[in-house]
């Protein structure tokens, strides 16, 4: 009896949400709102990155703390401070690793910078000199200009301040997402709610709807985002370090399983970053080939095999709505509007399923 009473009061609210069209001034209202949000956005973008990072951790480890916190009965703040400690550990552990890998590899580049230049040079034009404008030049010439050109930049005064406001910028960028991942750890449950109290009364119903429709779409394309990288990390380690030997192959492993990330944009540069690398320490013709061979064979096993076996039909969008999300969200937001594009892309269709009734096409 009580379960009947109960389903129908579920019945009653859901028609009482669905019984409420959104009438014209209404919907402008939304609109407006929606545009203004864009608009303030789009103003604070450079100070995005911490809240995006930030919130898509917290998100993804709500479910387990309330899990531990359901099934040990603890206070779930207990279990969201530890967490948060296990991240601050295996964040600095890696912070030390990578920053002594980064300053030895920086020392040995530093002095042997010309040489590089020329090998890198030479493996483009080759033994012969090139015409170049009217002047012909080898590889030695090439190089030469090449690092004459950088110490001139390095020289001016404005370039010397922008790197230091850029690592300046990075560090308290790094303070800050650990700050924000400490509060969305425990207090997430309230933030959200929070949101869904913005809402009018009269349309929290609809909200708590598409968002329960939202929600394990959400999940799991994040989700299968994380195992992304963890394949990313594991498959670069292997091809790197035990298959081609490179130095820092632990480094730029954990690197690209997170550059893996940000689409697009990381995977890009983590393959430059682990060529230049490769470079350093290349041999020959032959080394540089195999590292375009491992780029090329790690670049397909993401994208066509294990990327769509894992995220299956979490982000089930048309591929032109997403390519379209990620250059829109890359134009107006950077790095945050790339991240955000499929769960943004995602949102809309939740809502536009839910108000329609209806799963789309």
Known sequence: MKAVKRR????????????????????????QAAAGLVIFLYLIRLMLLPFV???????????????????TRWPRPLFAVVLFLIFAGIAGLIGIFA??????????????????????????????????????????????????RMSEWLAQTDQLMLLV?????????????????????VSGR????????????HRRNLVERIWGRLDPMLLRYFLGVFAVMIYAAGAAYLGLGIILGIKHAVLLALLTGVLETIPVIGPAAAAILAGLVALHSATGIMSIVAYAIYATALRLSIDQLFGPLVLGRAAQVHP??????????????????????????????????????????
């Not at 300046?168 to 969305?184: D, I, R």
């Not at 997403?322 to 790095?335: D, N, Q, V, Y």
């Open 320 to 361: 032109v709505l997403i390519i379209f999300c990620f250059l829109a969200g890359g134009l107006l937001f950077g790095i945050p509007g790339v991240i955000l594009a499929v769960p943004v892309a995602l949102l809309v269709r939740s809502t536009l399923e839910t108000l329609y009734g209806a799963q789309s096409a």
């Open 8 to 31: 129908d009061e579920e019945e009653r609210a859901a028609q009482r949400g669905r019984a409420q069209p959104i009438d014209s001034g209404e919907l402008r209202a939304i609109l």
């Open 190 to 201: 309230k933030l959200a709610r929070g949101i869904v109290w913005i809402a009018p009364p």
């Open 53 to 71: 990072l930030a919130g898509i951790i917290g998100y993804v480890c709500t479910p387990l703390l309330d899990w531990l916190a359901a099934r």
């Open 99 to 148: 920053a002594q890998s980064f300053a030895a590899e920086a020392r040995s580049t530093a002095a042997d910078l010309q040489a590089l230049l020329e090998k890198f040079v030479a493996g483009a034009i080759g033994d012969q000199p090139v015409n170049l404008l009217g002047h012909e030049l080898n590889a030695h010439q090439i190089a030469q200009s090449l690092l004459n």
């Open 165 to 185: 406001g850029y690592s300046v910028g990075s560090l308290m960028g790094v303070f800050l997402t650990a700050v924000l991942l400490f509060y969305f750890l």
